[in-house]
């Protein structure tokens, strides 16, 4: 599990940062990109990476503003012109829907893939046998959504040293134990998975949130997670603008990752008001508050590890 | 009077050649630019070039693919927000309204400049005391237009040695003569300007063709034209490729300059299928019909100069 920043800048996009975009890789979990907003040029920016669009599998869209869904229209039509065959899922705020069947049909781009659009609401959006999505409405005066993506807890490693030092030979009965099933043996004793496994390891939990004031439903979906990012569009000092336009400063974005104890925080959506020689100076006001901050830049790339017990 | 290529490749973005936008600069004529098909990325582009987007007074759309459009709304709402006020026109076929109107709707951007929109169909679509632009449908499957932009011609220079040796001296009276206007002097002399006026200087033509197969329509817009600038999607082997996909070759558009007894040719909307070292035998392959060809590369910047008599 990846996370790759391709925009990082707000509102317009700037030399050294575009407009939004966030790759969730997951090419290991399940050999495919989960992509969060969609801004102007994200998929130039992809032309920069290693990122393969016909692995993109689900966009979630934040909310509808420009510099987050500009660049969607291009990106799935060249997906399809780049040889992409298999289903793409959209979740988004209501309208995402009109904005992209608008788009591709004035333009008379034909997907050669099927393309599924869901408008979302509160609650879980998503949820197979690895993962579940939880989105919650942000402050930011149009409908901002927060996605919470949560890995499923993983059963605990086989003790196999031990079932071997109880007579019990490996075979397919090792496949049951290791679900956590209980077998009888042909001696007939009769065995529980669950007493040879260690401890469950708990599933990583991300939290990508949309443009947003500080607000209650940030700190549920950030809640003890691994990785929380959150916008940064002003510096500590400018509340007030960041409250006038319905956005957020370095030290509110550290506040929530102190309230919601969260692990990682990451500063995004950086305006580009603030010069590369300021950025440093942003990520330490957050720091003073919440020390396991870094700030995003575009083409970061960073691994979230896998818990170990 | 300058033109500066802003993405000169065909259907989607490649790292040396972004999708379609041309500027005509009419700084010295107009103060302002006039943009010809906005792709994805096109303010991206403007960004490493000195236009200024406020300067943008009006966009012409050939035809409607994606390639030509989904940049139109990222570059609208930047104007705003970087100040723009004046008013900015959009011309293009039928649907580029709805395209626009809902882009903006859905994305909540709201302009800070009056904007309109004007669905064209063939013939003059716009007239001033400078300029005269006419449009023609081409040949693309989808509605594709061709624009022949034409400057007025100007009155001829004044000869101000023969008035003085003539004498009548300078003063208000020049300016009328200037204008190819009868004066009755104070000794009862009649001088018609048009006798002391030198030749006029004939007016530019340029023509910007949208994506097209070769037709009859395009060498009409192109007649004469200083400068044609023509797509040329397919190498001169790819007569078959070129008619199954409505797009043309190089020597097709060579051909079609050659017809049109045209000065110049730019070949634009390349496919990234030919990679930079077979740009130089693309151009030869148009050079062997029409010897004034050049092959159009992004941020490629080139002076249209008046004419001289
Ligand atoms: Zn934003
Ligand atoms: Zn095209």
Same mark, same amino acid.
């Given at each position: 599990?990846?996370?790759?920043f391709?925009?990082?800048g707000?509102?317009?996009?700037?030399?050294?940062r575009?407009v939004?975009s966030?790759a969730l890789m997951?090419?290991?979990e399940?050999? /495919?990109?989960w992509?969060? #907003?969609?801004?102007?040029?994200?998929q130039?920016?992809?032309?920069?990476?290693s990122?393969? =669009?016909?692995k993109?599998?689900?966009?979630?869209?934040t909310h509808l503003h *420009?510099?987050?869904?500009?660049g969607? &229209?291009?990106?799935?039509?060249?997906?399809s012109?780049?040889?992409?065959?298999?289903?793409?899922t959209?979740? *988004? &705020?209501?309208g995402?829907?009109?904005?992209?069947e608008? /788009?591709?049909?004035i333009s008379?781009?034909?997907?050669?893939y099927?393309?599924? !659009?869901?408008?979302i609401e509160?609650?879980?959006?998503?949820? +197979?046998?690895?993962f579940?999505?939880e989105t919650?409405l942000?402050?930011h005066?149009?409908a901002?959504?927060?996605?919470?993506?949560?890995?499923?807890?993983k059963? *605990?490693?086989? #003790?196999?040293?031990?079932?071997?030092?109880?007579?019990?030979p490996?075979? =397919? !009965?090792?496949?049951?134990?290791?679900m956590g099933?209980?077998?009888?043996l042909? +001696?007939?004793?009769?065995?529980n998975?669950i007493?040879?496994?260690?401890p469950? !390891?708990?599933?990583?939990v991300?939290c990508v949130?949309? +443009?947003t004031?500080?607000?209650e439903?940030a700190?549920?979906?950030?809640s003890?997670?691994?990785?929380?990012?959150?916008?940064a569009?002003?510096?500590? #000092?400018s509340?007030?603008m960041?409250r006038?336009?319905?956005?957020?400063?370095?030290a509110?974005?550290?506040?929530l990752?102190l309230?919601?104890?969260? #692990?990682?925080l990451?500063?995004?959506h950086?305006?580009?008001?603030?010069?590369?020689?300021?950025?440093?100076?942003?990520?330490?006001?957050?720091?003073? !508050?919440? =020390?396991?901050?870094?700030m995003a830049?575009?083409?970061?790339?960073t691994?979230i +590890?896998?818990?170990?017990?």
């Amino acid at each position: 599990m990846k996370l790759l920043f391709l925009g990082t800048g707000a509102g317009v996009p700037a030399k050294p940062r575009n407009v939004s975009s966030l790759a969730l890789m997951l090419l290991e979990e399940r050999n /495919s990109i989960w992509l969060f #907003d969609c801004g102007e040029a994200t998929q130039h920016q992809i032309l920069h990476t290693s990122l393969k =669009p016909r692995k993109i599998e689900k966009i979630f869209i934040t909310h509808l503003h *420009g510099d987050h869904i500009f660049g969607l &229209p291009g990106l799935l039509g060249s997906r399809s012109f780049q040889g992409g065959e298999t289903e793409l899922t959209i979740y *988004g &705020p209501k309208g995402i829907r009109e904005y992209v069947e608008v /788009s591709l049909r004035i333009s008379q781009t034909h997907l050669k893939y099927p393309l599924s !659009i869901i408008e979302i609401e509160n609650g879980v959006i998503f949820e +197979d046998e690895q993962f579940t999505i939880e989105t919650l409405l942000l402050d930011h005066g149009i409908a901002s959504y927060g996605y919470r993506i949560m890995e499923k807890d993983k059963k *605990g490693t086989l #003790d196999a040293d031990r079932l071997l030092s109880e007579g019990i030979p490996p075979g =397919p !009965i090792y496949k049951l134990l290791k679900m956590g099933e209980t077998v009888t043996l042909e +001696d007939g004793r009769v065995i529980n998975g669950i007493n040879y496994l260690g401890p469950e !390891i708990k599933g990583r939990v991300i939290c990508v949130l949309g +443009d947003t004031r500080p607000c209650e439903n940030a700190v549920t979906l950030a809640s003890c997670a691994d990785v929380v990012i959150h916008e940064a569009t002003f510096s500590a #000092d400018s509340d007030e603008m960041a409250r006038n336009y319905f956005h957020s400063t370095t030290a509110q974005a550290a506040r929530l990752a102190l309230n919601a104890q969260a #692990d990682t925080l990451y500063l995004n959506h950086i305006s580009s008001r603030y010069l590369k020689e300021n950025w440093n100076q942003l990520t330490e006001e957050a720091k003073a !508050i919440f =020390p396991n901050t870094k700030m995003a830049y575009d083409f970061l790339e960073t691994t979230i +590890d896998t818990h170990k017990n």
